[in-house]
């Protein structure tokens, strides 16, 4: 009897250790500041999961490269677009991306980054020559792009903006 109660003695005794010693390892981090190397960043701001500038930026386009691959022996043309800001790729659709001043045929496929600052647009059996229209596209943190045209966008081609 005596042994029990010194074991339940023994483990109140370890669970206000244990509370005590939690509480001053919070409350620690209040007191003392931050290192030089945990710095928070203060030009960011979290929305739906993703870091947006909290800077004012203009929206746009900042590079697009385009290069020719072969995918199981049919000819691909791959378009790279990268925007200022991570897209909104739910505002992309037949309506707001023109290629050759037409709405994207189901030869067309859209990949993005997982920053989503990088759009690909993929076109199975290419022409020569692109142009490309942006209308109405927005950002992650709702900016709309200007509506935009890119003309000569053909294999090998890298501008920068």
């Given at each position: 009897?005596?042994?029990?109660?010194?074991?339940?003695?023994?483990?109140?005794?370890m669970?206000?250790?244990?509370?005590?010693?939690?509480?001053?390892?919070?409350?620690?981090?209040?007191?003392?500041?931050?290192?030089?190397?945990?710095?928070?960043?203060?030009?960011?701001?979290?929305?739906?999961g993703?870091?947006?500038?909290?800077?004012?930026?203009?929206?746009?386009?900042?590079?697009?490269?385009?290069?020719?691959?072969?995918?199981?022996?049919?000819?691909?043309?791959?378009?790279?677009v990268?925007?200022?800001?991570?897209?909104?790729?739910?505002?992309?659709?037949?309506?707001?991306?023109?290629?050759?001043?037409?709405?994207?045929?189901?030869?067309?496929?859209?990949?993005?980054?997982?920053?989503?600052?990088?759009?690909?647009?993929?076109?199975?059996?290419?022409?020569e020559?692109?142009?490309?229209?942006?209308?109405?596209?927005?950002?992650?943190?709702?900016k709309?792009?200007q509506?935009?045209?890119?003309c000569?966008?053909?294999?090998?081609?890298?501008?920068?903006?």
């Amino acid at each position: 009897m005596f042994t029990n109660f010194l074991y339940k003695l023994k483990c109140y005794v370890m669970k206000k250790i244990v509370t005590i010693l939690a509480l001053l390892f919070t409350f620690s981090f209040s007191f003392f500041p931050e290192s030089s190397g945990r710095t928070k960043k203060k030009g960011f701001v979290s929305y739906h999961g993703m870091r947006v500038d909290r800077e004012e930026k203009k929206f746009q386009v900042t590079k697009i490269a385009a290069k020719k691959n072969k995918k199981n022996e049919e000819d691909l043309l791959e378009i790279f677009v990268r925007f200022s800001m991570p897209i909104n790729p739910r505002t992309v659709n037949v309506q707001t991306v023109l290629l050759n001043e037409k709405p994207c045929g189901s030869n067309v496929r859209f990949h993005y980054d997982r920053k989503g600052e990088t759009m690909m647009i993929s076109i199975l059996e290419p022409d020569e020559e692109y142009s490309i229209e942006f209308k109405n596209l927005n950002s992650y943190n709702g900016k709309i792009m200007q509506d935009m045209k890119y003309c000569g966008i053909k294999d090998g081609l890298q501008v920068r903006f």
